[in-house]
């Protein structure tokens, strides 16, 4: 099946730092992904939608200012948690979805974030 | 709004039993429905994806059907193993954006 690829898999950061964490998909194009976020014991929740060549497409109560988006290619897109605080610590995975396979998501591997 | 709701949240058979993990979605214009795996601490595996005209997918030792018109989807996974203990999502897909139900999660005891 198609790979997405995450990287770092893990970062820990200092409060007030900024990380990027980076996304790509192996083996199609991909005009959109998506970032979520999963908290301990909970289900991933949906932040945001990267659309290649245009801005991302943020869920309500998400800071755009915050977790910046960047979709500059057909195989990469670039989240970047800005000043993290220790309330970003999380696990962020990615998707893309692959309009060539009905549509499919395949999921990275994701990026455990911890803020000190 | 599209909510997805999986029940139980947890189960715990012994190993050898079948076992039904259940979906429900409020919304049922969906393009496709996916279950996943998820171990501790770790991403997700894609275990089986159906498309909104189809009925049933199956791969080894699990099925999954899905009724869109009345918004359900059932994972029934046969002769279960402690491999198999894990977190259980469901999602729901309208062509690429993803809602997730909580998950139920499976422990199969030796």
């Known amino acids: 099946g198609a790979v997405v690829s995450q990287h770092p898999s893990w970062v820990i950061c200092k409060s007030g730092t900024s990380v990027k964490i980076e996304c790509r998909s192996l083996?199609?194009?991909?005009?959109?992904m998506f970032w979520y976020r999963q908290f301990p014991k909970q289900s991933l929740m949906l932040m945001a939608t990267?659309?290649?060549?245009?801005?991302?497409?943020?869920e309500q109560g998400v800071e755009k200012d915050k977790f910046l988006i960047n979709h500059a290619s057909l195989t990469l897109s670039t989240l970047t948690v800005t000043s993290a605080h220790p309330e970003d610590s999380s696990f962020y995975i990615c998707?893309?979805?692959?309009?060539?396979?009905?549509?499919?998501?395949?999921f990275g591997p994701g990026t455990r974030l911890t803020v000190t | 709004k599209q909510e997805v709701t999986q029940i139980p949240a947890a189960l715990s058979v012994p190993e050898g039993e079948n076992l039904v993990l259940n979906c429900s979605f409020t919304?049922?214009?969906?393009?496709?429905l996916q279950w996943f795996r998820q171990d501790p601490g770790k991403g997700l595996t894609s275990l089986l994806l159906?498309?909104?005209?189809?009925r049933e997918q199956t791969s080894g030792r699990l099925n999954a059907s899905l009724d869109k018109s009345s918004g359900r989807s059932t994972l029934y996974i046969a002769a279960s193993q402690p491999g198999d203990s894990a977190t259980y999502l469901c999602?729901?897909?309208?062509?690429?954006?993803?809602?997730f139900g909580d998950g139920t999660t499976l422990t199969v005891k030796p």
């Open positions: 919304d049922s214009a969906i393009y496709n």
């Open positions: 083996d199609f194009q991909a005009t959109t």
């Open positions: 999602a729901v897909s309208d062509a690429g954006k993803s809602t």
């Open positions: 990267s659309n290649e060549g245009s801005k991302a497409t943020y």
């Open positions: 159906i498309q909104s005209s189809q």
């Open positions: 998707s893309a979805s692959n309009p060539g396979h009905n549509y499919e998501q395949y």
